[in-house]
């Protein structure tokens, strides 16, 4: 009989946010029902050169039957993470898990000669070529299920009827008939792990421990072309017994952990009855709990399908939120990528979401200043105060097209007024089981190991860029103008970029700004803002915007205030006085119909007439007198400026066909 001991190790773990490795829960609680013990240990924080010391201590204690390794990730699908000025800055290594994961064999070679398996979601999406790469000498592909059931069978070089499993024999790699097992109809978790998943987030605080996973289906129906979980486990989604999964929410309760993040491909990849189900037990059980005993929970990614009350059904269960996959606004886009959205439900889904959001950060900010007195539910208190989204508009499909439309689109429903901020990813991770067509493949590049570009190869870190852009856009610049649009014309986090000390620093003087209020009040009667000054020409406040050093002991802190009540004023004053020369120009004439334009509306009439913001303050040298004249530059590059108007050549194609 055979020592019924493994050891399971991670080398793949993100060195700039460390996780406890799921497996380290799923891998235990499947092996448990063989009858078979896993000793967990992750290599994060231990010196390489240290490995081969680490692994011969945990075979002499242990004497395993065999070494486990689960690899989750191939890389970080993040191209950032692999640029070298990116990585001096958090003054971290690069991650190549692979590579890890090979020198970690080398190890376990060196030191015994102890069978060796690999397994993992990372392995399992490229398991063939992996095999090769790591020649292992077995690998298991989805669940390890049938693995420990027929493990004696395994070491005993049976291994042909066991499926999921990966093996060589005579150097040839031979791959048995994959079986999509199901979540565990049991509790995952046991006192044991979850002390050494606490232990692991007391050794790596930072950012800390988010939530306790909890699984509770697998696969996914759906074949988003940004997405590896069909290929990783199947396109049939199995639900898990939610009996099994409140199972594991009572014995986290049991120790301390309230937090829990569910893991599926999406809360509702077939509807939302199991979820809403899920939330009404998760409610169920907080009602006959403690305060400090009530569940708080948030999801993965989740269709955009909820209504107003099903969302409410949601956060009283203390949900806080998850997150969701949209490509772009735009219809063709949608269909390239294999989204499940298009606009005439996405758009009004997208609303439902926002308003909920905007009901739950009320609720939040109740909490903050009335606890005692504000009706507050499980989960409110805990999340952000921002109403977010984000979409994958860097995807192979996309075109400038795709980027017109989908800002026509936000601005005609009102999106970019409702979202405080917008994440854009600017490129996709490529791999070769979507089989990239030549124009993706010739705008991939992958990353060596010394962080040199190289030609593509699919376990390296490898990116594409929507290759219909690198015509008019550099691999630079496209990220920097996502940026852009994401800030301005995809919500409002512009309006909080506004520097307007530092406007009117640039732009005018204090004794610029106080002869064009004194030739004003020449010409009309109005009100002038108290930091001004009818007389003095400008308050103390005033004054102290321009000041190289903020007078010792006397410094306003409300300095941008001033600033922007200046610009407004002469702005709203101008358009009152000269509205035929704004007119002239194309731009709003009036304060009211300045106020109601929005940045797209206001790109949309520069475009249509300039192409840089030097043609349009041109267009003012003929204006007489010269006060005149500088004032109204001064407003034209105010009014571009509040809207975050950037008057690039490039930029035209994007509001203009």
């Not at 496209?478 to 000390?501: G, H, N, V």
Request: glycine fraction near 6%.
């Amino acid at each position: 009989m055979f020592n019924r001991k493994v050891i399971l190790l991670n080398a793949s773990n993100l060195e700039k946010f460390p996780v406890y490795p799921y497996a380290f829960i799923q891998v235990p609680a499947v092996a448990r029902q063989a009858g078979i013990e896993v000793i967990c240990k992750d290599l994060l924080g231990i010196p390489h050169e240290r490995w081969k010391q680490t692994i011969q201590a945990l075979i002499a204690q242990h004497d395993p039957a065999m070494i486990l390794i689960t690899l989750r990730n191939t890389d970080s699908l993040d191209s950032e993470d692999y640029e070298q000025d990116e990585l001096k800055k958090g003054d971290r290594s690069a991650y190549f898990p692979i590579e890890r994961t090979r020198e970690l064999i080398t190890e376990i070679r060196a030191t015994s000669d102890l069978k060796i398996a690999v397994g993992g979601f990372g392995f399992s999406l490229l398991s063939n070529a992996l095999m090769q790469t790591l020649h292992p000498d077995f690998g298991v592909v989805g669940g390890p299920n049938d693995f420990f059931s027929h493990f004696e069978q395994i070491r005993n070089g049976n291994p042909d009827s066991v499926a999921n499993l990966l093996f060589f024999k005579e150097n040839e790699l031979f791959s048995n008939p994959r079986n999509l097992y199901p979540p565990l109809a049991d509790s995952e978790y046991t006192p044991q792990a979850i002390e050494a998943m606490m232990d692991f987030y007391t050794a790596f605080p930072s950012p800390g421990f988010q939530g306790a996973p909890v699984e509770i289906m697998r696969g996914c129906c759906h074949s988003c072309v940004f997405c590896a979980e069909p290929r990783g486990a199947g396109t049939r989604v199995r639900y898990r017994e939610l009996s099994a999964v409140m199972k594991d929410i009572e014995i986290l309760v049991d120790h301390g952990i309230t937090r829990i993040y569910i893991v599926s491909s999406e809360l509702n990849p077939e509807g939302n009855a199991f979820i809403l189900e899920l939330a009404d037990r998760i409610q169920s059980f907080n009602e006959t709990q403690t305060e400090e005993r009530k569940v708080t929970w948030y999801g993965a990614n989740y269709l955009l399908n909820f209504t107003h009350d099903e969302y409410e059904r949601l956060y009283q269960s203390g949900f806080t939120g998850g997150w969701f996959d949209i490509t772009a606004l735009d219809d063709e886009n949608a269909r390239a990528m294999r989204t499940p959205y298009r606009n005439e439900h996405l758009l009004d889904t997208l609303k439902i979401y926002a308003e909920c959001e905007s009901r739950q950060i009320e609720l939040r900010r109740a909490q903050k200043t009335a606890p005692s007195a504000a009706k507050i539910r499980a989960g409110d208190g805990r999340g952000s105060e921002s109403i977010l989204w984000s979409m994958f508009l860097g995807n192979p499909a996309t075109t400038i097209e795709t980027i017109r439309n989908t800002l026509q689109t936000a601005n005609r429903e009102g999106l970019a007024n409702i979202f405080d901020s917008c994440g854009l990813n600017a490129n996709i991770r490529v791999f070769d089981y979507e089989e990239p067509t030549e124009a993706i493949l010739d705008a991939t590049y992958s990353v060596s190991f010394d962080l040199q570009r190289t030609s593509y190869q699919q376990l390296l870190p490898s990116f594409a860029y929507p290759p219909a852009l690198l015509k008019d856009f550099s691999e630079e610049e496209i990220p920097e103008m996502f940026s852009y649009i994401a800030e301005t014309y995809l919500s409002k986090k512009y309006q909080q970029m506004r520097d307007w000390q530092g406007f009117v620093k640039q732009k005018a003087t204090a004794a610029s700004i106080s002869g064009w209020v004194a030739e004003l009040l020449a010409i009309m009667e109005t009100n002038v803002p108290a930091c001004l000054g009818k007389a003095s020409g400008g308050s103390p406040a005033f004054h102290e915007l321009f000041a190289e050093r903020p007078p010792e002991g006397n410094t306003n802190p409300d300095a941008s205030q001033t600033a922007r009540e200046a610009v407004d004023f002469l702005v709203t004053t101008c358009l009152e006085a000269f509205p035929s020369l704004f007119e002239s120009l194309g731009l709003p004439s009036t304060a009211e119909e300045l106020a109601r334009t929005t940045p797209y509306e206001l790109a949309l009439a520069v475009f249509s007439r300039w192409e840089l913001a030097e043609d349009l303050i041109v267009q003012t040298q003929a204006v007489l007198p010269e006060w005149k004249r500088d004032l109204l530059q001064f407003c034209l590059e105010a009014i571009l400026y509040k809207f975050n108007i950037l008057i690039k050549p490039k930029y035209r194609q994007l509001f203009i066909r």
